[in-house]
């Protein structure tokens, strides 16, 4: 079993708690990580002993992207977390790499045109392509400087959390040090978009993202 001892695989959310639960279980089942935390509104009996459940307000999607900034850094005592969703999660145990460690951030790689909805409004993600919050590996050291964003002056076209961090907020970031890998790299460590995996898929790299992706995933498995 790989251990991560510096690694606390961590989960927020108010909605699909049974899905995001299955991720949690799947995501540590040959994954020793330092705590396997599930925040969360509602009640709820863990699947199983590692899990460890606890409360917090409902949030919505521009509460959820708040807390991540603000106050995830609150839950996690280790040097860096893995975040996961109901739709993005371990796939491949021995695609990981220490290296991943060596940053401060890593997600899915995003195209290099990123469209928003609704509105259609298009983002050039040409100075940073990494990327999806989802699946994403993060550092105690980033969740203190996202802590910093005061996000209800936010105004911007998206207020989802990967997007602040990895675009609107992309200088502050680097400013403070913090390291983003490049899209290859990160694309070895999850995949969201065909149109941005490097050569990677969801049979090659560590983790993934995307309710497509997923639905495809869970239909081999039970094929």
């Given at each position: ?50 899990i460890k459940a606890e409360l917090i307000p409902p949030l919505d999607f ?56 609704p509105g259609n409004h298009l983002l050039n993600m040409s100075s940073n ?95």
């Amino acid at each position: 079993m790989l251990s991560l001892p510096d690694v606390t695989l961590i989960a927020v959310s108010s909605v699909e708690l049974d899905a995001t639960l299955m991720a949690l279980t799947i995501s540590s089942h040959e994954i020793e990580f330092a705590e396997v935390k599930f925040l969360t509104s509602e009640p709820i009996a863990p699947v199983n002993s590692k899990i460890k459940a606890e409360l917090i307000p409902p949030l919505d999607f521009r509460g959820y992207s708040k807390f991540i900034l603000q106050e995830l850094h609150k839950y996690v005592s280790t040097p860096h977390c893995l975040v996961i969703q109901a739709d993005g999660f371990v796939l491949n145990a021995d695609r990981w790499q220490n290296r991943f460690l060596d940053y401060d951030y890593v997600g899915a790689p995003w195209p290099m045109e990123l469209s928003l909805q609704p509105g259609n409004h298009l983002l050039n993600m040409s100075s940073n392509q990494v990327g999806n919050g989802g699946f994403s590996l993060r550092s105690k050291r980033l969740l203190l400087e996202t802590a910093k964003i005061d996000f209800d002056s936010l105004d911007f076209p998206c207020h989802s959390e990967d997007l602040l961090i990895c675009h609107y907020f992309l200088d502050q970031m680097l400013a403070a040090g913090i390291k983003f890998p490049q899209p290859q790299l990160a694309a070895q460590f999850s995949v969201e978009s065909p149109n941005a995996a490097f050569g990677q898929s969801p049979e090659t790299s560590f983790g993934f993202h995307g309710k497509a992706l997923r639905d495809e995933i869970f239909s081999k498995v039970l094929s």
